[in-house]
């Protein structure tokens, strides 16, 4: 509870203790809460003998009024007119107070949210979060823990009506720590714990937070890989499903945790869940692509077995290129996206083509050479793949430009053309053909080192050794 001067500022408490003086004509006397002066009316006035009275705004003591105890007029209607007073300028305070607070926690809520709205790495949001709360409560362990499968409902989500559905309680199981950031963030990253059991259990199933002062009074906690003594766990809340927990471990103020800490977490906690599962489902569904693709290049290559698995390994060997150069992140991604369908073309080129053991003549070689164009129209189709599909359209071209189908050359060529054109020759080197062995890693690079600047870009060539040493280490 504030005090009196806390709740009035001097110079109005002054032209209110007039008023009372005026009235009553007597000098009136404010005093602290410990009986120390705070203001007369008239100031200055000789101490003189008081009869003084407890102040209370809301019942609770804030101060004392005094008058002179040979004259005590008015002073009982003193008090309950500044208590009425005060009161007001309590309320208004209060309600600043929350103004701010909520002005606080919205800017907060705000940033974090700006800073997770492009974020689609479950692991990235669940840092951004941890450091976040790291910033605003200060503890010695932060864990955003999850359930093992967060996104298990997307089949449903895009399930076609003949498919078993997916049970409703499927997020039971198991809770592991994503990431932690604080003093035992070693000893808390290691953590997995029973969605069913314990004190992080309780809360992933309730969906209420909960804090204690002393875990060692709750037979629930199920202890941790550090010590705790106070702790705060809020749910991780989406559609209303729990998908994992924010576990906090003693402020490093040694302070418990208020309600105020319940609130603002609970607040970051939902614009974490949603993050994560958006995340999730993202990665889930680029997950599906890539499967798809897979699936797709190998039945292409099924038609073939000197080939089956081409299109797998040139992906592998494009990123680790990619990597070396490094290009890591999205680029990477749907560079190995563009080699695992780099030739998808072949599905328009017929089979006994492209099975042919003997030599192809030149309206066989002219279908062969349709299939990087091919491939780009079949990839264009689908939404923001048109980067991907224009790289599958060049990647048979030379550096020199004497390749097909463009015919362009060196830095007209994207970048993962020239990265894929490696890989692909590499491969095609190091695998059995019916009319020969395959060549050994080394002997497949000697040849590719007498084609760079013809066929290969020399800027990559050495990007490209240094990827193929760290496959043949594999
Ligand atoms: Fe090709």
Not at 115 to 132: G, M, W
């Amino acid at each position: 509870m504030p005090s009196v001067s806390d709740l009035i500022s001097k110079g109005r408490l002054k032209q209110i203790l007039r008023h009372y003086s005026e009235a009553f004509n007597v000098p009136v006397f404010v005093l602290e809460e410990n009986k120390r002066l705070f203001l007369s009316f008239p100031e200055g006035v000789p101490e003189q003998e008081l009869l003084i009275k407890p102040l209370l705004v809301r019942d609770l003591p804030v101060g004392h009024v005094g008058v002179p105890s040979e004259e005590p007029k008015g002073l009982d209607f003193i008090i309950r007119n500044l208590s009425i007073i005060l009161e007001q300028g309590y309320e208004i305070e209060s309600l600043s107070a929350e103004v701010v607070r909520n002005y606080e926690e919205f800017s907060l809520l705000w940033s974090l949210s700006s800073k997770l709205a492009s974020v689609l790495d479950v692991r990235k949001v669940c840092e951004i979060t941890a450091n976040e709360v790291m910033n605003i409560c200060p503890s010695k362990a932060i864990t955003i823990m999850l359930v093992e499968k967060i996104s298990s409902d997307i089949t449903s989500t895009i399930r076609q009506p003949s498919l078993p559905t997916v049970d409703a309680g499927e997020n039971k199981g198991v809770l592991s720590a994503k990431v932690s950031v604080g003093e035992y963030a070693a000893e808390a990253i290691n953590m997995t714990l029973n969605t069913e059991k314990g004190l992080v259990g309780y809360v992933f199933h309730r969906k209420e937070a909960l804090t204690l002062c002393d875990v060692r009074a709750d037979k629930r906690f199920e202890g941790f890989p550090y010590p705790v003594l106070r702790i705060l766990i809020v749910p991780l809340i989406v559609e209303d499903k729990a998908i994992g927990v924010i576990v906090v471990t003693d402020k490093l103020n040694g302070e418990e945790f208020f309600s105020t800490d319940i609130k603002t977490l609970s607040n970051i906690a939902s614009e974490c869940a949603v993050s994560v599962k958006k995340a999730s489902l993202f990665s889930e569904i680029r997950s599906m692509l890539f499967s798809t693709a897979e699936a797709f290049s190998f039945a292409i290559e099924a038609k073939d077995p000197y080939t089956y698995g081409h299109s797998k390994r040139v992906s592998e060997m494009s990123v680790k290129i990619a990597r070396q150069m490094g290009l890591t992140g999205d680029i990477s991604t749907w560079i190995r996206l563009a080699g695992l369908l780099h030739d998808i073309g072949k599905i328009g080129v017929p089979e006994e083509i492209l099975c042919k053991i003997e030599r192809l003549n030149s309206d066989e070689m002219s279908k062969v050479r349709e299939h990087p164009v091919i491939g780009a129209r079949v990839i264009e189709c689908i939404n923001n793949l048109s980067e991907v599909a224009k790289w599958i359209y060049h990647h048979h071209e030379k550096y020199d430009g004497s390749g097909y189908p463009g015919g362009i050359a060196n830095g007209m060529i994207p970048l993962p053309s020239r990265i894929i054109a490696l890989a692909d020759v590499f491969d095609a080197l190091t695998s059995d053909r019916p009319y020969r062995k395959a060549f050994a890693a080394d002997e497949a690079t000697k040849i590719m080192k007498e084609a760079v600047g013809d066929h290969f870009d020399p800027d990559l060539f050495e990007y490209f050794e240094k990827a193929m040493r760290d496959w043949c280490h594999e």
